[in-house]
């Protein structure tokens, strides 16, 4: 069955364009282009027996996209991409904190919009699937079953920290996890501001792991919002 997707877009054009794009893509593609015409179509598909993403742009006519995001967040787990042309950190960290499953900023290109569907949709079924915690890619394998960490075919020991964030990591593969998410999952809700932590444990895992650690190529920094391990490829 080809999954439903919720595009939430008011500019004509760009709904219009990756309304067909999807299409051809293989999604059946609900198109709405104002907060009222969303949350009737996300009752609709709901009881239509379900919506497998949303895409959600911020500038809409009667509101901010931010508000189906809450009240979404409140009902469902489906997971949600929001475009928006809307630039810096705050709004992003924001909207990630708040539930959105990626951002991505305005202009991007189908590829790139593809690619994060299918690990947003995936990552949605991991979280029912917890025995799917493998990971193994550039040489970097991490089984989290049995807690075990390789660099080309070597034990890499790891500290309990360092293989708590990694594992972290691994979760959301493809993904970036937010600072204030990182803190409060691996040391806890009372050290989300402690974001040196971050970095100085970031920077132990990069030296274990990666070949350069100054150029990193599977720990990467989404400056100012977080981390994201890259998307082992399929
Ligand atoms: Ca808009």
């Given at each position: 069955?080809?999954?439903?997707?919720?595009?939430?877009?008011?500019?004509?054009?760009?709904?219009?364009?990756?309304?067909?794009?999807?299409?051809?893509?293989?999604?059946?593609?609900?198109?709405?282009?104002?907060?009222a015409d969303a949350r009737a179509l996300l009752a609709h598909a709901a009881a239509e027996g379900g919506l497998?993403?949303?895409?959600?742009?911020?500038?809409?006519?009667?509101g901010d996209g931010e508000h189906l995001l809450t009240q979404l967040r409140r009902e469902r787990t489906t997971p949600v991409i929001v475009i928006s042309a809307r630039?810096?950190?705050?709004?992003?960290?924001?909207?990630?904190?708040?539930?959105?499953?990626d951002y991505l900023v305005k202009p991007f290109s189908l590829a790139e919009l593809l690619a994060r569907m299918r690990v947003a949709m995936r990552h949605r079924g991991r979280q029912l699937r917890?025995?799917?915690?493998?990971?193994?890619?550039?040489?970097?394998?991490?089984?989290?079953?049995?807690?075990?960490?390789?660099?080309?075919?070597?034990?890499?020991?790891?500290?309990?920290?360092?293989?708590?964030?990694?594992?972290?990591?691994v979760r959301s593969a493809g993904q970036v996890v937010t600072h204030r998410q990182l803190?409060?999952?691996?040391?806890g809700p009372e050290f989300t501001e402690h974001t040196h932590y971050?970095?100085?444990?970031?920077g132990?895992?990069?030296?274990?792991?990666?070949?350069?650690?100054?150029?990193?190529?599977?720990?990467?920094?989404?400056?100012g919002v977080g981390y994201r391990l890259v998307e082992a490829a399929e």
């Open positions: 069955m080809s999954p439903t997707v919720l595009l939430v877009e008011d500019d004509r054009e760009l709904r219009h364009t990756l309304s067909d794009a999807l299409t051809v893509e293989g999604y059946h593609v609900h198109a709405s282009a104002s907060l497998d993403l949303v895409l959600l742009d911020l500038g809409l006519p009667d630039h810096g950190d705050d709004p992003k960290v924001r909207l990630l904190d708040a539930g959105a499953d917890p025995s799917v915690v493998r990971y193994d890619h550039e040489g970097l394998e991490v089984d989290l079953e049995a807690r075990q960490v390789r660099r080309d075919g070597d034990v890499v020991h790891l500290t309990p920290t360092e293989y708590a964030l990694l594992a972290r990591l803190l409060a999952d691996v040391w971050l970095r100085l444990y970031m132990q895992l990069r030296a274990k792991l990666e070949t350069d650690p100054a150029e990193p190529r599977l720990l990467l920094t989404d400056p």
